[in-house]
């Protein structure tokens, strides 16, 4: 028995009366049967509480994770070291249990940290104006480009960078068929971003700083050439590697976006994460979301409220530019501890150790037999491989020893059949990117020794 009343035979009824129907099914005649599913539920038969327990901890046995592996994956999260503190802060009932804060006389502390967050968010890409928040870096990425068809709707073609995250292309392409918006790909040489020609039928161009490939793109040149045109940039930003990088708001960029994982937030088998959104003023009024703004009351103390909302729970339905309501700000609330625990110091000082890590490991990796760069670019804690041997095969050697060393680009990317992206974070050591070198090396002569021994066979 569930904890719901369940509906009767004449309880369906009347109401199925009541919309002019004869049965359940005439309300799915609108769907293509092609899409059905014309058959029951493959469901085996019901378990007792114990039974369900053990097949789940037998599923869950099935993972591996970071402390049981040494994990050079990235690919757009990351295993970085998350502070006692934000599960300290975000677990209380205050911020844990709030919904959208209607009221805020009574909702000071969230609304606070929302624009402490949103402060926090524009310094590090240097545009005056930040949203708390979005659902994830992806969507970010697509809520941006619908930014763009709003401000001049006659513009019908989004110019995306192949060193975009795949799941941020495909969100994109995804959202933009459903606009009848047109995507074209920019092509990558030397693993950086060349734009075709422009023209006036450009909403935006759409990079990511550093790419997908770990290479630091220069934003000024691109940015440029989409103002020439009257397009937007859109940048979807790694948050950290920021902190030593050109802002993309100097740059010229329209509209910074990425996945908020990095700060603060663990891997937790694909989530929980946040996504961050931040604009020029001239887009204010078209960003998704909610923008927390500083006040005084009527005694002249410092408060807080919610001061642009483009939700339809908010404002006037055909006004509304944005779905979304409840957001991330929980997790918004976890990047802005996270920040605040390193300061403008410390995340300046994390980033520069990053680079020489990976500067290290890049020159370690590098200089194996049977192991290139795929671009000479400069790159923060990412980088790209060529590996004369089956990727596959080489990532399984690798993990028979307890290493992961990284993520197989022919997921992505099939023209980078042997590619193997490599990321870095503080929690890899010295030590670490040792044994990643040796147990890589080991494996990619191993590789090569069979194939060569099936050819001579």
């Known amino acids: 028995m569930t904890r719901y009343t369940s509906l009767t ?49 037998a599923l869950a046995a099935k993972n591996v994770s970071t402390e049981d592996e040494l994990s ?7 295993d970085h070291y998350v502070p006692a503190l934000i599960d300290s802060i975000v677990g209380r009932s205050e911020f844990l249990t709030p919904y959208t804060p209607y009221q805020p006389e009574i909702s000071q502390g969230g609304l606070q940290a929302m624009f402490e967050y949103q402060t926090a968010i524009c ?33 019908r073609r989004f110019v995306v960078s192949r060193g975009v995250h795949p799941h941020s292309r495909e969100t994109l392409a995804t959202l933009a068929r459903a606009w009848g918006m047109q995507v074209d790909e920019a092509a990558l040489t030397d693993g950086v971003t060349e734009l075709p020609e422009l023209d006036a039928g450009v909403s935006a161009i759409v990079v990511q700083q550093p790419n997908f490939l770990g290479a630091v793109e220069c934003l000024d040149p691109l940015a440029a050439a989409a103002r020439e045109v009257g397009a937007l940039t859109i940048c979807a930003c790694d948050p950290l590697p920021l902190a030593l990088l050109k802002p993309p708001g100097e740059c010229g960029v329209d509209m910074a976006v990425g996945e908020g994982q990095t700060l603060g937030g663990r891997l937790d088998f694909g989530g929980p994460s946040f996504g ?11 960003i998704p979301g909610r923008i927390a703004g500083e006040t005084r009351d009527l005694d002249g ?13 908010h404002i006037r339905r055909e006004k509304a530019t944005s779905n979304i309501c409840t957001a991330q700000a929980l997790n918004a609330l976890a990047g802005v501890i996270y920040l605040s625990w390193l300061g403008r110091g410390g995340i300046v000082e994390l980033g520069e150790l990053m680079l020489q890590r990976t500067a290290y490991a890049r020159e370690r990796l590098r200089a194996i037999d049977g192991v290139s760069l795929l671009h000479e670019q400069p790159v923060v804690r990412e980088f790209a491989v060529g590996i004369d041997a089956p990727v596959a095969r080489v990532i399984e ?23 193997l992206l490599v990321a870095i974070t503080e929690q890899r050591t010295r030590a670490d990117i040792d044994r990643l070198a040796a147990v890589v090396e080991a494996a990619v002569a191993a590789e090569r020794e069979r194939e060569h021994a099936e050819a001579s066979a």
């Open 9 to 57: 035979d004449s309880d369906r009824g009347e109401m199925l009366a009541a919309i002019g129907v004869d049965s359940v099914q005439e309300l799915f005649a609108d769907i293509p049967a092609g899409l059905r599913l014309d058959r029951a539920l493959a469901l085996g038969p019901g378990l007792s509480e114990q039974e369900v327990f053990e097949e789940l901890r």
């Open 72 to 78: 050079f994956l990235g690919a757009g999260m990351y």
């Open 123 to 155: 310094e590090l890409t240097g545009l005056p104006v930040a949203n708390a928040s979005v659902y994830e870096g992806p969507s970010a990425v697509g809520a941006a480009g619908y930014v763009a068809k709003l401000r001049d709707p006659g513009r």
């Open 276 to 286: 961050f959104f931040a604009a020029t003023e001239a887009l204010m009024r078209r």
């Open 301 to 313: 103390k410092r408060g807080f409220v919610l001061t642009l909302q483009t939700r339809e729970q």
């Open 397 to 419: 050697r690798c993990r028979e020893h307890g290493v992961n060393p990284g993520y197989p680009l022919s997921l992505d990317y099939p023209e980078l059949g042997h590619g």
